[in-house]
């Protein structure tokens, strides 16, 4: 019998009402337990390999409040350097001049004028037209405006950039001020240019191009073709890099920041990144192997200290998808205080992550599950995010503790609002004394790591409430907070039992407190019995004349049934019951209840009526026509429900409710149950029994206490 055997732990029995004892291919099957597992070592891997590098980033301008060191060789991008060599590369590119274009158009003008205005010009050149004349001044004219003057060094260069210089003549004016004439080269390039393929009469292009050599020209500074020639020219010039070596400093302690100094850190950020080697076989295995010792360090020690949790699939599942939600969690919020700008990562100095994690699994599973998640993450995240490693570590696994521990008693998800800022209270506890230590209590960095942290936990609670039923329905999670949720007297069920069987609610209510107290006096989770009980005899609705508790007086309706027909409605209220529950969606742990609450028990007053029929000839009754058809109680609540149903209905029949007459009761239950094999299947210790027994009658007599005699008023007297 198991209650022979030594008391078992709280610390190894403290998960057994997390879900439905009735496991399915899913929560048995080894193949799937070791899939979860390498999903797990997956995700660890993914987040340990692929982790940012961690840098102290300064923000331009700021004066840096330490000084910074090279933590490995690289070679930077030198902008200052790279902007001297190009301006050094342009240094000697000269001015490039155009005439300017309103002069040429007006001398086109004035041409045709004159052309109309004096007709001498058909005398000399005889064998010309109108159409000629314009169509050479066009010409001309087309070339003048293309045309582009320069010195011979800034023609070579743009040579030597391929740059076309088509129309470029080395000549350079004086004052752009004045007017000049043309030089007699400039007019003999520009004449065999603009008429070169032409086929106009002798003397035509001779005639247009005296009438523009004559003519003073405006110069003015082409400043486009300087722009393409400078920036083809710097584009020539490589970008130089300045080599730093390891040790080097990168900047003192109350300098200002500057642009080059935020490149260094960048570019030492990514040689470190690269010296990593992600690819590399060796670098991979290394990132493997520590996934697989984080793993298998900590599924070792469950399965040392929570059997029933490793035992099954589903709650792997949920420890998994919580922690692997933590770490996503963790790295989408490192990824944003990275890329942000004004670099929130020095702000926010303690992001709170792990309490998420604690609040979820103490409420979703159990106290000791939470805290092992808290020191695993606290330890896992402080290695693959780019925080402050120790203050990191340290405030995110003390804030969770203490997270932990004060939800350990959650009755409504409104009270994870009153969690989360007990836990930010410790938070601001934690960073006043670092900052006391450090001496920069008078910073203002100090507030803002108050309200940061502040932030985080009022974020943090958001995402708990909102999770939580999503997580408890998904893996059929049965939380204190969901418990609270069914005590609701307006529960469809219960609304039916006040009104069709008051005397079976009024018989669950007391049994609940009983089962309640005794399962809290031993460690065992007395909310539960409470709340289970009130659904406990669900199945008396179904008949419920049938049972004393709710017969009103007069005739008894077993008078008209054989005591093998009694039997079989009385037990019948287990399989009605389940019936109910299932098509209400109570959840499996209060079915269990409702199976085991009576045992394999024997209805032992019908079944003696029926001896007494055939003349107490054992042979002639079946005794499993008699029997519930169970199971056992598999765990102290079921044991405990069981004993309180037996003793509220056995108390009944007592004539004086005392202490001895309860003691004596109590006793002869438990003896019988268990010389009938009831206890065998749960883990009910000797002790925890006698604790169960003293806090049951204790219960039952402070609810039967009797009030004294009040006198009664005289009668007043009459006229």
């Known amino acids: 019998m198991s209650i022979m055997e030594p008391k078992t732990s709280q610390f190894e029995d403290a998960t057994h009402l997390t879900g439905t004892r009735e496991q399915g291919f899913f929560d048995r099957s080894v193949g799937i337990r070791a899939l979860l597992g390498l999903v797990f070592v997956g995700a660890l891997f993914f987040c340990m390999h692929f982790r940012e590098v961690s840098i102290d980033m300064l923000e331009l301008n700021m004066i840096a409040p330490r000084y910074v060191v090279a933590q490995i060789d690289f070679n930077f991008y030198d902008d200052e350097a790279t902007f001297i060599l190009r301006q050094e590369a342009v240094r000697d590119v000269g001015k490039i001049y155009q005439l300017d274009e309103n002069t040429v158009r007006q001398r086109r003008i004035d041409f045709e004028k004159s052309l109309i205005a004096d007709q001498q010009w058909r ?22 405006a293309d045309l582009r003057f320069t010195d011979p060094r800034t023609l070579k260069r743009m040579e030597e950039v391929e740059l076309p210089v088509v129309g470029y003549q080395i000549y350079t004016p004086g004052d752009l001020n004045q007017a000049v ?11 065999s240019h603009a008429f070169e393929g032409q086929n106009f009469s002798p003397g035509v292009t001779a005639f247009v191009a005296d009438y523009y050599k004559d003519s003073p020209w405006k110069i003015f500074e082409d400043s486009l073709p300087q722009r393409s020639l400078k920036k083809r020219l710097q584009a020539r010039v490589p970008d130089k890099y300045t080599h730093v070596k390891a040790g080097s400093r990168i900047i003192d302690q109350g300098d200002k920041v500057t642009g080059r100094h935020i490149t260094m850190l960048q570019a030492m950020k990514q040689a470190m990144s690269d010296s990593r080697n992600l690819s590399s076989p060796a670098t991979i295995l290394g990132s493997l192997l520590l996934a697989l ?27 998994v998808t919580v922690l692997i939600l933590t770490l996503s969690l963790a790295r989408v919020v490192e990824l944003f205080l990275l890329k942000a700008s004004g670099n929130l990562l020095e702000v926010v100095k303690y992001p709170l992550l792990v309490p998420f994690t604690a609040i979820l699994l103490c409420s979703l599973m159990n106290f000791y599950i939470a805290s092992f998640a808290a020191v695993f993450l606290s330890v896992v995240l402080a290695i693959m995010l780019s925080f402050i490693k120790p203050t990191f570590m340290i405030t995110n696994l003390l804030v969770a503790l203490v997270a932990i521990l004060s939800s350990r008693s959650l009755k409504k998800r409104t009270e994870i609002f009153v969690v989360c800022a007990k836990a930010w209270v410790a938070c601001v506890i934690i960073i006043l004394a670092y900052h006391l230590s450090s001496n920069s209590y008078r910073d203002a960095s100090m507030m803002t790591d108050f309200l940061s942290t502040g932030l985080f936990m009022g974020v943090t609670a958001v995402l708990v409430v909102g999770l939580l039923p999503l997580l408890e329905s998904g893996f059929n999670i049965m939380t204190n907070v969901t418990l609270m949720e069914y005590m609701d007297p307006s529960h469809p069920l219960l609304r039916r039992m006040t009104i069709e069987c008051p005397g079976t609610y009024q018989h669950s209510l007391v049994v609940g407190n009983l089962a309640e107290a005794a399962a809290a006096a031993i460690g065992a989770n007395g909310l539960f019995c409470r709340v289970a009980t009130l659904f406990h005899d669900v199945g008396k609705m179904v008949t419920p004349q049938y049972f004393t508790e709710n017969q009103q007086g007069g005739m008894n309706i077993h008078q008209l049934l054989t005591p093998q027909e009694s039997a079989q409605v009385i037990m019948a209220h287990v399989s009605e019951g389940v019936a109910l529950s299932r098509k209400a969606g109570l959840p499996e742990k209060f079915i269990d209840i409702i199976k085991e609450h009576h045992g394999t028990t024997l209805v032992y007053y019908f079944y003696r009526k029926q001896l007494e029929l055939v003349g107490n000839d054992t042979a002639l009754v079946d005794e499993k026509d008699f029997r519930y058809a169970g199971p056992k109680p598999q765990t102290k609540e079921s044991a405990i429900i069981m004993i309180a149903d037996s003793l509220e209905a056995a108390s009944r029949s007592l004539e004086k409710l005392d202490e001895p007459s309860l003691a004596e009761l109590i006793n002869r239950l438990i003896r019988e149950k268990s010389e009938d094999g009831q206890f065998d299947e749960c883990n009910l210790t000797f002790q925890e029994l006698n604790i169960v027994k003293v806090t049951m009658v204790n219960a039952l007599l402070a609810a039967g206490h009797s009030r004294v005699k009040y006198p009664t008023r005289p009668e007043p007297a009459t006229v």
């Open 123 to 144: 005398e000399r050149i005889p064998d010309s037209t109108l159409e000629e004349m314009h169509r050479a001044a066009d010409l001309l004219t087309k070339s003048l």
């Open 181 to 191: 004439k043309l030089p007699p080269q400039i007019w003999s390039y520009v004449q």
């Open 293 to 319: 010792v984080f793993t298998g360090v900590g599924a070792s020690f469950l399965y040392a200290t929570q059997p029933t949790v490793m035992k099954s699939n589903r709650q792997v599942f949920l420890l």
